[in-house]
């Protein structure tokens, strides 16, 4: 290698914007910045029912986002008009004994229009409450008609009742936690500290981004090196380089080889760099799975990159088509903007992009601990752009090499 | 050594090279003599594999090129017209890289490194970066990297072109160096006095034909014993043409607007001339008179010097 500082450079180049990235990114996560939103609540029933409705907000996850007041009858609509809160929930009367006998019931949520986000969250959070609570009537609507039957009479409720329906709901809310609750990640995040919470969050954080990232600059250094194609030709050593016994053929494969090794050596910089910058994670039995499948996506990038040389005419052609193929390239295969924030029809042909099944495959490696056997499909994709196109490519340097 | 029958290179309408044939002997220098244009490096390119003749047969050692690849390959020396070398690295390296592509390796390398670098004249500066050598340094080491391989026959295509003429006068020596140690070279150039002082047999080559071949004394044989007359000034066409008549074994080689060239024996005087041509009315700008030559072969095959 001739300039081997030059080539340092571009190993750094998505380090530092990896860096940048994941400064953003992991920051934002670890500063829990959290929408606030100031809500009025005018409960104008007051029954058991009413107060859960008022009260789940001051609970859990809601309770860091919500600042609740609770105002007098009338009180609300004032405040709202001064713009000193987000939205007024007015909670009417009868709300509690019409949900016991499953009667419809309104929520009034007034909303500030002098706000943009907070209003949203509020009203998108008391339909989900709503939605929920209609839920829940209907599912334990048997042992709620008991306790209504209950608090209608005047004899004392016995003691077998009330435990009968106690181990009823319990029984209902188990069976239906699947539905009403989220999964049981709630569990495992309590099991670990805070601090590897957030460690493990930005390892992952930044394997997405290095892996995306790391891909898209090794099309970068891969097209860098493939000029020598045309700098050959410009010093004439092409000349002296196909009248030897290497012949087209062997300068071709060659090239091809030394842009793998450059690209594998990049490659394994810019990750073990990345281990230690950033303390991305791999396991030890996903070293050899990642390297094989690296190596695989990197013979598919040697073929792209041999093709675009082929096919161009001059040095300056390949300069301005290369990167605008590798960017394209790189926008479809999550490089740039995670897949699943791009458009649906930029996520239908992201399957053409040999960088969509790099990216994917080195994620699923690294992240989920996939087999090789388990990304066949994705080896076979970048398998089948490497074989054809270095083969197309080696056919057109051959004639074009020719003088 | 080599030899060429038939050959022919057409590019679209072009005819490059038209069905050219001679024969190169082993040990010999053989000079291709040709204005720039003329088919010489086509022939050339021919010869190493880089083109595909259209008809014709070139046989190395005799060895068809076509069938024989890459053993022909390092029977063969290619030194290009361009300088065909790695400018950031010095001239150590560059050998022993066009060194490492023909398969030499370790004390056989070095040595051939130290004979050659020897024969380049450029043992003081074999570590110095060929991109600060002067254009004769670079123009040495260039040939010196065409026979890292010691080829059997050596192509030199035009190797002097664009340095001084110290530098050529030293690569002229070089190239007697390498002829005495046994190697065959085909020598292109459009330097007259290049191929007299160079080659023991030539061809002169022009529009891709090939218009005389031999040794330099029986290429001379086609002008004979005479010298050419050349006059560029203002005459009448028909006056010129007539002229011949007039004056014993004048011949008329060509003619143009201003200017008009004749042939006449050694054995005669340019006295009678120069007056025939006062009394028919010529107003000569300029008379040059040329003995028997390359050059005046050349005007005589193609009516035009070889600079034009």
């Given at each position: ?29 670890s ?62 009367a ?16 007034i ?70 609750f ?9 099991s ?9 969050t ?25 000029r ?57 039995s ?94 076979l ?22 003088i | 050594?080599l ?27 053989f ?64 050998m ?14 070095k040595?051939?490194i ?62 007697r ?48 014993e ?24 004048l ?58």
């Amino acid at each position: 290698m001739k300039n081997p500082g030059g080539f340092l450079i571009l190993v750094a180049m998505p380090l530092i914007f990896v860096l940048l990235m994941g400064l953003i990114f992991i920051r934002s996560e670890s500063d829990e910045i959290m929408p606030h939103v100031k809500l009025l609540i005018e409960d104008h029933d007051d029954t058991f029912a009413s107060q859960f409705i008022s009260g789940a907000f001051g609970r859990g996850e809601l309770a860091d986002m919500f600042e609740t007041e609770q105002v007098e009858k009338d009180q609300g609509r004032p405040q709202i008009d001064k713009g000193k809160a987000s939205a007024l929930l007015i909670i009417p009367a009868g709300f509690g004994d019409s949900l016991l006998h499953q009667r419809q019931v309104n929520l009034t949520l007034i909303k500030n229009p002098s706000e943009a986000f907070a209003p949203k969250i509020a009203e998108e959070t008391v339909s989900i409450l709503a939605e929920g609570g209609s839920r829940l009537i209907r599912i334990a609507s048997k042992p709620l008609k008991t306790i209504q039957e209950q608090i209608d009479g005047d004899k004392d409720t016995p003691e077998i009742l009330i435990a009968s329906l106690a181990v009823q709901i319990q029984r209902l809310i188990k069976k239906s936690q699947t539905y009403l609750f989220p999964p049981l990640i709630t569990l495992k995040e309590k099991s670990i500290s805070k601090e590897e919470k957030s460690a493990s969050t930005a390892s992952q954080i930044y394997t997405v981004l290095l892996s995306g990232i790391v891909l898209m600059s090794l099309l970068f250094i891969l097209e860098v090196m493939a000029r020598d194609f045309f700098v050959e030709k410009e010093n004439h050593t092409l000349y002296r380089l196909l009248t030897s016994p290497a012949g087209i053929k062997g300068f071709v494969l060659s090239k091809q080889i030394f842009l793998f090794i450059a690209g594998m050596t990049a490659l394994c910089l810019a990750w073990s760099i990345g281990i230690l910058l950033f303390g991305i994670k791999i396991q030890a039995s996903q070293i050899a799975p990642f390297l094989i499948f690296s190596a695989v996506i990197i013979v598919s990038y040697t073929g792209i990159i041999g093709m675009i040389y082929a096919l161009v005419r001059t040095r300056s052609q390949g300069q301005a088509m290369a990167p605008a193929l590798i960017i394209i390239m790189s926008m479809l295969g999550g490089s740039m903007i995670p897949l699943n924030s791009l458009p649906g029809f930029m996520k239908k042909i992201a399957v053409i992009s040999p960088s969509y099944w790099g990216n994917i495959g080195t994620q699923k490696i690294l992240l989920e601990h996939a087999s090789l056997a388990q990304l066949s499909t994705h080896l076979l994709a970048l398998g089948t752009i490497a074989v054809t196109l270095t083969l197309l490519s080696f056919w057109l340097y051959q004639r074009k090499f020719r003088i | 050594m080599l030899q060429i029958e038939n050959l022919s290179r057409k590019f679209n309408d072009l005819l490059a090279v038209d069905h050219i044939s001679f024969q190169v002997h082993p040990g010999e220098i053989f000079g291709f003599l040709g204005p720039n244009g003329a088919g010489k490096t086509t022939t050339i390119n021919c010869i190493c594999g880089l083109l595909k003749p259209d008809t014709g047969s070139i046989r190395i050692d005799n060895q068809e090129i076509t069938s024989a690849g890459t053993k022909i390959r390092k029977k063969l020396g290619v030194v290009p017209q361009e300088v065909a070398l790695y400018e950031e690295l010095n001239a150590i390296e560059n050998m022993r890289f066009w060194g490492g592509l023909y398969g030499l390796k370790g004390k056989q390398l070095k040595e051939r490194i130290g004979t050659l670098i020897d024969l380049a004249g450029l043992k003081d500066r074999v570590k110095d970066k060929v991109k600060n050598y002067s254009s004769g340094m670079k123009r040495r080491l260039n040939m010196a990297a065409g026979m890292i391989h010691q080829p059997k026959l050596l192509l030199l295509d035009e190797p002097t072109v664009g340095i001084d003429p110290q530098a050529r006068h030293q690569m002229l020596d070089t190239v007697r160096g390498i002829a005495k140690g046994g190697t065959t070279i085909l020598y292109t150039t459009h330097y007259l006095d290049e191929a007299e002082a160079l080659c023991d047999r030539l061809a002169i080559i022009d529009h891709g034909r090939i218009l005389a071949a031999g040794t330099q004394e029986e290429i001379k044989q086609i002008v004979g014993e005479n010298r050419l007359l050349k006059v560029i000034g203002t005459f009448k066409h028909e006056v010129a043409e007539k002229l011949p008549a007039q004056i014993k074994d004048l011949s008329l080689i060509s003619i143009q607007e201003k200017e008009v060239v004749y042939s006449l024996p050694v054995k005669y005087g340019t006295g009678e001339f120069l007056e025939k041509l006062i009394t028919s009315g010529f107003e000569i700008d300029h008379l040059s008179i040329k003995e028997p030559s390359l050059d005046s072969v050349f005007i005589k095959l193609t009516g035009r010097e070889l600079r034009d």
